[in-house]
């Protein structure tokens, strides 16, 4: 298909050459830019929004680091305060990571997600039990139940892993 | 001179004698502080009037009476080895509440000990408004500070007297609540840590984490039970989901169950439904139906009552056990033949291979006028039918 500018530049070649662009059209050009130079002020390019802006990001930045620092002190203080609690935990986790490593390898996938559905039951009880601790009421009975929370999740995990190898063993006996 | 001198040694004994108990007394048996704070109030409430508990290591004990006010008696006794710790305990602990005709609203606080001090700081911090402190032993020695909360130090009673009709919302962890009295209003409880006991409920919605429950009657509930021990002993309709709990259950008219590793038995139910995973389930007698879905664990139905028409199984490496065959049944039966176990006669009907399940066989017959439907599926687990 035929380009009709094209064609339409190379029959006018000549006049483009002779003829010139009246002066007040590039005094209308420049009196345009100038408006539009005027009228673009970027807001964010102001110094005091640029001061506002920093101090905003710097607040939050502190705040964050602030709320994170506290989390990591009381839980650090929690297990500082509370030895027995920090053995359990030693002690446990490891061997629930291991049994639940192993019900992976043998169960299916709607076994392994109710099992994680209960065990995230498991872990909100512990949660609330470790806030119920700020009380500093019946401390004791509170980090006992929090290592039974422990336990009971070994427990979950090993009756269920138990039940798997059973039948495992069933099936290759049979 | 002799006389003298066994005086004397008399004398000293005595003294080293006396001392050394005096010690002993001392070490023993330290003489303790309790004080207590006292709410007592009442109030003409409306027959259905809403009542709001939020609280933590209260005893709490409501009673329905027939009357349209409500009454309500509540101590916090703190016990220290000196005033001074008794009463920083004491301190510690606020029951708020506020009521109208239509509601009452009763929520504990616990302040930090840090929040004690420095109220402590300011002199206006140890007036206790509107309570009562009473000391009920002698006064000891004002020496020692800690404030530590545990339930030998701490003890908080709450008994409440309402309408029959109440309609009821409370929430307590680590503590208890007994519930007496012909209630006609709606239940809704929450208990972590602690024990439920209930004569006659008509309506609950019941959840009880790491607790004891004993219902004498429930008449329709939505129960969430988890790592408890639960006895009803007569139930109507029930809708429990539980895990890893003991549910005893002696009479139900139905119950939908989903249950997770639990140890449940049932003694006698007329409609059985729902599913179990890695639960052992006994069921004592059956009296309508049963449509259950089994995954792992164990189910036992030792007998289905003349009035039972279904027992639908479908089972998924679950050991099931039918005891007491009824006859005037159809079965239909589908198992592993190496994994079922049957009188002989039914060994030897005709089976068919049931499609889409390797290893699997069919087995349907009549026994009688087929008045009933027993339809087991059991994929991979163990059949026991005698």
Redesign the interface.
């Known amino acids: 298909m035929e380009d009709k500018l094209k064609t339409w530049a190379q029959q006018h070649r000549k006049e483009m050459d002779v003829f010139q662009a009246p002066e007040f059209l590039w005094e209308r050009i420049a009196a345009q830019l100038d408006r539009q130079e005027k009228t673009r002020q970027y807001w964010w390019k102001n110094a005091y929004v640029r001061i506002a802006a920093s101090i905003v990001l710097i607040l939050v930045s502190a705040t964050f680091l602030v709320l994170y620092q506290r989390q990591l002190t009381s839980e650090n203080t929690l297990q500082a305060a509370y030895p027995e609690l920090k053995q359990a935990e030693a002690y446990f986790k490891p061997i629930i990571a291991a049994k639940m490593r192993r019900i992976e390898q043998i169960g299916d996938k709607d076994l392994l997600n109710l099992l994680l559905e209960d065990l995230a039951l498991l872990e909100k009880d512990y949660q609330t039990l470790a806030k119920d601790l700020q009380d500093h009421a019946d401390n004791r009975q509170i980090i006992q139940a929090m290592i039974a929370n422990y336990r009971s999740r070994l427990q979950l995990l090993e009756r269920i892993l138990n039940q798997l190898e059973q039948k495992q063993q069933d099936n290759v006996e049979l | 001179m002799w006389n003298y001198k066994i005086l004397t040694g008399c004398l000293l004994w005595w003294c080293w004698t006396s001392k050394g108990n005096a010690f002993h007394r001392q070490a023993t048996d330290p003489q303790e502080v309790r004080v207590s704070k006292k709410i007592a109030f009442d109030f003409k409430a409306s027959p259905e009037i809403h009542i709001y508990l939020a609280l ?2 209260a005893h709490i004990a409501v009673m329905g009476w027939a009357k349209d006010s409500v009454k309500v008696e509540a101590e916090i006794i703190a016990t220290g080895m000196a005033l001074t710790e008794a009463n920083r305990i004491l301190e ?1 602990v606020t029951l708020g509440y506020d009521y109208t005709p239509q509601k009452l609203h009763m929520q504990l606080e ?1 302040a ?2 840090q929040q004690i001090a420095k109220k402590n700081d300011n002199p206006l911090g140890n007036i206790m408004n509107g309570l009562v402190q009473s000391l009920i032993s002698n006064p000891a020695p004002t020496h020692s500070t800690s ?5 030998h130090n ?1 003890k908080i009673l709450i008994h409440i007297r309402l309408p029959q009709g109440a309609i009821q919302q409370i929430e307590n ?2 503590g208890s609540l007994e519930l007496n009295g012909n209630f006609t209003g709606k239940l809704t409880a929450h208990l ?2 602690g024990n439920l006991k209930a004569e006659k409920l008509p309506y609950g919605q019941l959840e009880v ?2 607790g004891e429950a004993h219902f004498k009657h429930l008449s329709k509930a939505t129960a969430n039970f ?2 408890s021990s639960i006895k009803i002993e007569r139930a109507g309709e029930l809708n429990l989901q539980s ?2 709990t003991t549910l005893e259950i002696d009479s139900i008219a139905s119950l939908w169950l989903d249950s ?2 639990d140890v449940a038995t049932i003694k006698r139910a007329g409609k059985l439904n729902g599913k179990m ?2 639960s052992n389930l006994d069921v004592g007698q059956l009296g309508l139906e049963s449509n259950l879905e089994t ?3 164990n189910l036992t139905v030792q007998k289905l009552l003349p009035s039972c028409t279904t027992l639908d199984v479908m089972a998924r ?1 679950t050991n099931v056990k039918l005891e007491h065959l009824p006859s005037d049944t159809h079965y239909d039966i589908v198992v ?1 033949p ?2 079922w176990q049957a009188p002989e006669r039914l060994l030897r009907l005709e089976r068919q291979p049931f499609e889409g399940l390797k290893g699997h066989v069919r087995l349907v017959w009549n026994e009688g006028n087929a008045k009933r439907k027993i339809a087991i599926e059991n994929r ?1 687990g ?1 059949l026991i039918m005698k």
């Open positions: 933590k290591y510690r616990i930090s000990q404030a530590d909360i545990d339930q701490l962890r680590y972590f840590y984490s790491y988890r790592q895990s890893s997770r590793n995973q890695f995954h792992f664990g490496a592993k190496e994994k991979e163990i």
